[in-house]
C-alpha cells in the first residue's frame, strides 16, 4: 500500500463536473475580475466565519499584508508572533515596514500564549498575530484580555485554520482583522493561489477594500496608494462549490486524528497532539513528535508512507531573516519543535485501511525503542 501525504484527487473529483460547468460560463460571459462570484464567497464567508464583513484576497500572504495596512500598522511599530509558525506571517509584518518580535509557543499545544506574548511587549507594540498552527486554536479568551489589558490589536492568522472553534466561536473572528488561505491543501482550498480577510469592523473593511484594488473607491478615482491584490473570479467560482463541504471535512478529519490517537496511544516514544480546554482542532495537519523523527521518517518513506515536516528549519534561523540578527538557540522551544517533530499524511477521502497501515508501521518503529 501505498499512502500519499496529500491527494486533492478525491474531492475534486467528485467536484470536477460542477466546477467546470460554473467555469465554462465564466468563460462566455468574460467574467473574470471581482463580479458575483467574488460578492457571493464574501458573503457566505463571513457568514462561515461568523464575521460581519469578508474581503476576498488574491492569497494568504497578501492577506496578511493588507490586514496589518488596514490596521495602520506600520514603520516604527513592533508586531509579535509566534516564533514557530509559516514564514509567511512574519514576511507580512516586514512588508507593513513593522518589526516582527518573535515569541516562543506552548511546549504542548504549539502554539502562541498569553503570557509569553506578554512578555514580549514594549512600548512600541502595536499588534500581536495568534497563529491557528496546523489547525489548533490558539487560547483566545487569554489573549484577548492580555490584548485589550495592553491596548494592542490582535490580527489572526488563520491560514491553517478554516472552520475552527475556539468556546463554541470559530477562529478567524476574534481579531481585528483576520486573515486566511485557500492555497489548494488547505482546509478549504482553490484551484490555485486565493485567501481572504475576515473582520467586525466597517472602518477596516472599507479600507482593506481599497488596498485590494489599487486603492479604488469608485472605477479610476484612486484614494489611497493601493495593491493589486484581487480574489481571482475563477477561484471565488471553485471555492463557492466548495464551501458548503467544509464542515464535513473537518469532521472527516477529526475522525482521522481519533484513529491515529486510538492507534498510537500505547507508543512510548512519541508524543501525540492535545488539544486545550474548548477548542474543537481541525487539524490542518497531524503532527507527533519523538527524538528519533529523522529515522522514523526515513522507515515510512521505505514503507511507501510520504510524511512532512513543518517546518524543518524555524523562521528565525532562515537566511531570508539574517538581516534580523536573531541567534541559533535564542528560541529553543522552537527549534526543539524543528527537530523532533512530523506531520502524517491527513486528507480528505484517506481510507481506514491507510490510516492504520501508516499506524502500524508507527507503532512496528516504536518497538524498537521502547
Ligand atoms: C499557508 C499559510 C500562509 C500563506 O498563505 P499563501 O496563500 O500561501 O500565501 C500564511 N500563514 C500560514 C500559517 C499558512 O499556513
Redesign the pocket.
Known sequence: MQVPFVSLRPVHDKLQKEIQLKLSALIEKSDFILGAEVDLFEKEYAQVSETKYCIGIS??????KISLKAAGIGKGDEVIVPAN??I??IF?ILDAGATPVLAEPDKTTYNITAENIKSAITPRTKAVMP???YGQPCDMDAIMEMAEQNKILVIE?N??AQGAEYKGRRTGSFGHMN?????PS?NLGAMG???AITTNSETLDRSARLLRNVGCGSKYHHEVVGYNARMDTMQAGVLNSKLPYLNEWNKERKEIASRYIHNLKECSSIILPEAIDGAEHVY?LFVIRLRERDALQQYLTQNEIQTLIHYPVPCHLQPALGHLGFKKGQFPVTEELSQTCLSLPVFIGMTESQIDFVSENIIAFDKQYS
Open positions: 492569497n494568504g500572504l497578501d492577506a496578511l509558525t509559516y509567511a506571517s507580512a497563529v491557528h498552527l492568522d491560514a491553517q486573515a486566511t488561505s485557500f492555497y488547505k493561489d486565493a485567501g490542518h
